[in-house]
T-cell receptor, first 109, second 112 residues
Framework: TQLLEQSPQFLSIQEGENLTVYCNSS?????LQWYRQEPGEGPVLLVTVVTGGEVKKLKRLTFQFGDARKDSSLHITAAQPGDTGLYLCAGAGYSTLTFGKGTMLLVSP | DAGVIQSPRHEVTEMGQEVTLRCKPISGHNSLFWYRQTMMRGLELLIYFNNNVPIDDSGMPEDRFSAKMPNASFSTLKIQPSEPRDSAVYFC??????????FGPGTRLTVL
């Protein structure tokens, strides 16, 4: 069974602060995805990283895939209240996607 | 496109009752997934269909759960009989690519 551990589980910060959340596994994945889920809605895909060491940027969000393709990080610069939500990572392996439990981010004005 | 449509959005029922959740995938998508989300266990895959055929049902908790996909535009997830531990948010997702699911808004199920 491929497991993904996300940390921290919960993060509460003030608007304007920077933060990093992590997604770790002992398994190698062919690709890794990050989703954001807002209350009352389903997860929405933010980015897919495929190559070990790959870095992708989406406005204030920076995603990195570990060299060994076992871990990933998401860094948010100057967080805004609109960034509030549950951030999920998901790994693609031999079967369907495996999801982590997520990091709940609360950004206060 | 309207996206993945799920109904009902909320369901409250009593233990022992039958519950049926419905899903209309995005037109043209050939894969459909049912997931369950709880605080304790996160997002878990229950079953995955490809071209209306169940491919992987290893996540279905037990015989009380069943899923059907009679055609490309409709799927159901049935729980009979329901138990309080089935309380969760159930998501349907569809995709063209197995690794790129589009999620519906979910059905919040409460079993009393």
């Amino acid at each position: 069974t491929q497991l993904l551990e996300q940390s921290p589980q919960f993060l509460s910060i003030q608007e304007g602060e920077n933060l990093t959340v992590y997604c770790n596994s002992s398994s190698v994945f062919s690709s890794l995805q990050w989703y954001r889920q807002e209350p009352g809605e389903g997860p929405v895909l933010l980015v897919t990283v495929v190559t070990g060491g790959e870095v992708k940027k989406l406005k204030r969000l920076t995603f990195q895939f570990g060299d060994a393709r076992k871990d990933s990080s998401l860094h948010i610069t100057a967080a805004q209240p609109g960034d509030t939500g549950l951030y999920l990572c998901a790994g693609a392996g031999y079967s369907t996607l495996t999801f982590g439990k997520g990091t709940m981010l609360l950004v206060s004005p | 496109d309207a996206g993945v449509i799920q109904s009902p959005r909320h369901e409250v029922t009593e233990m022992g009752q039958e519950v049926t959740l419905r899903c209309k995938p995005i037109s043209g998508h050939n894969s459909l997934f049912w997931y369950r989300q709880t605080m304790m266990r996160g997002l878990e895959l229950l079953i995955y269909f490809n071209n209306n055929v169940p491919i992987d049902d290893s996540g279905m908790p037990e015989d009380r759960f069943s899923a059907k996909m009679p055609n490309a535009s409709f799927s159901t997830l049935k729980i009979q009989p329901s138990e309080p531990r089935d309380s969760a948010v159930y998501f349907c997702a569809s995709s063209l690519d197995r690794d790129r699911p589009y999620f519906g808004p979910g059905t919040r199920l409460t079993v009393l």
